[in-house]
């Protein structure tokens, strides 16, 4: 169960309002002393991230940072991982699914993904990340509306049917402003980005993106799938 908030829904729609016209780091900062210690964000380490983590470790450098290890993450992503949160002194909180991933395969057999993708996510992401946030108010993440169709028409706070509220700082940005800010910090990028791989998740659900592609065009390619779960309502 989420903590309780105070939060009616009109309050959400007047705080939406006035989001629409403040910066990342204000809406994170507003996150931050209104909902710690039962705030976290959560992140995939690829570069598209690091804006986020970045901003993270200039306003609230405590903020747990939640990672789901899959078990099936490029080798690249956890060192990309470790060396972010040793150049930035982040606090990360990794998770793990309830099973292994030898426990997986002897109940569904090898290349579920394939099947069914999403019981795949549910196991090894929307589950542990459902585990992770009993007991907390908010939760910060990355996504922005120029991503794709079901997150075009998010608001920068939303709650979710468990209470919890959904923060996105970075809703409004664009992945031209996410270069620009990447950019101006001389912010690292992801060890396979330049090879085509701008959006990163499992290794078996992801290939470099092609010419003319979007950036999240590489994940579950093929198969009509455009999110793992996570930024869905579950209920």
């Known amino acids: 169960m989420a903590a309780t908030h105070p939060f009616s829904d009109e309050d959400l729609a007047r705080l939406n309002e006035s ?3 403040a910066t990342a780091e204000e809406i994170l900062r507003w996150a931050w002393d209104t909902f710690a210690p ?13 804006p986020l983590l970045h901003l993270i470790s200039r306003v609230c450098p405590a903020m747990p940072i939640l990672f789901i290890d899959t078990g099936f993450h490029f080798p690249e992503t956890l060192a990309f991982r470790d060396e972010l949160r040793d150049r930035y002194g982040l606090n990360i909180v990794t998770v793990h699914p309830e099973i292994t991933q030898s426990e997986l395969f002897r109940k569904y057999g090898e290349g579920l993904y394939r099947r069914d993708p999403d019981l795949c996510c549910y196991i090894n992401k929307v589950r542990p990340m459902q585990r ?5 108010q908010a939760w910060i993440t990355g996504v922005r509306r120029d991503q794709t169709k079901n997150r075009a028409h998010l ?3 939303e709650r979710q049917a468990t209470g919890v509220l959904k923060v996105h700082p970075l809703l409004r940005w664009s992945r031209e402003d996410v270069a620009a800010y ?3 910090y001389h912010l690292p990028v ?7 791989y701008l959006s990163v998740g499992c290794a078996p659900c992801t290939r470099p993106v092609l010419v003319g592609e979007d950036e999240r065009a590489g994940r579950w390619a093929e198969s009509g799938k455009t999110e793992c779960g996570l930024h869905l309502d579950w209920h």
């Open 132 to 136: 992770a946030l009993e007991g907390k």
């Open 38 to 50: 039962a705030v976290v964000a959560s992140s995939s380490f690829q570069t598209q991230s690091v």
């Open 155 to 157: 608001r920068t706070i």
């Open 182 to 184: 990447r950019e101006r």
């Open 19 to 21: 989001f629409e016209q």
């Open 190 to 196: 992801h060890p396979l980005y330049h090879l085509g």
